[in-house]
Nanobody
Framework: QVQLVESGGGLVQAGGSLRLSCAAS????????MGWFRQAPGKERAFVAA????????LYADSVKGRFTISRDNAKNTVYLQMNSLKPEDTAVYYC?????????????????WGQGTQVTVSS
């Protein structure tokens, strides 16, 4: 069993930055791919970014490419999402997810464990 706890969300003005963190329990974190998804009000949850077990394989949604960066620190069992140049349309609850398969994927049903989410609100 893996538990995921997100932090770092909050309210920021458009153009600002936030860094989300996701702390994972369990000794097998370093073998898992990790992902970030988000769900805006009235919309379905959507893929944001993913990273493979070693950090060498990353994927991004087109809407965040060039603005968001996913990274991980396996020694700390933590994955990060650095979000720059934030826009009001980035407002959503952001979820961290773990996939027991080591390679990053964009597919939501490929992830086995989910965090509770952290709210990000970008004001215009």
């Amino acid at each position: 069993q893996v538990q995921l706890v997100e932090s770092g969300g909050g309210l920021v003005q458009a153009g600002g930055s936030l860094r989300l963190s996701c702390a994972a329990s369990g000794r097998t974190f370093s073998s898992y791919a990790m992902g970030w998804f988000r769900q805006a009000p009235g919309k379905e949850r959507a893929f944001v970014a993913a990273i493979g077990w070693s950090g060498g394989n990353t994927l991004y949604a087109d809407s965040v490419k060039g603005r968001f960066t996913i990274s991980r620190d396996n020694a700390k069992n933590t994955v990060y999402l650095q979000m720059n140049s934030l826009k009001p349309e980035d407002t959503a609850v952001y979820y961290c997810a773990a996939d027991t398969y080591p390679r990053a994927t964009t597919k939501e049903d490929g992830y086995d464990y989910w965090g509770q989410g952290t709210q990000v609100t970008v004001s215009s």
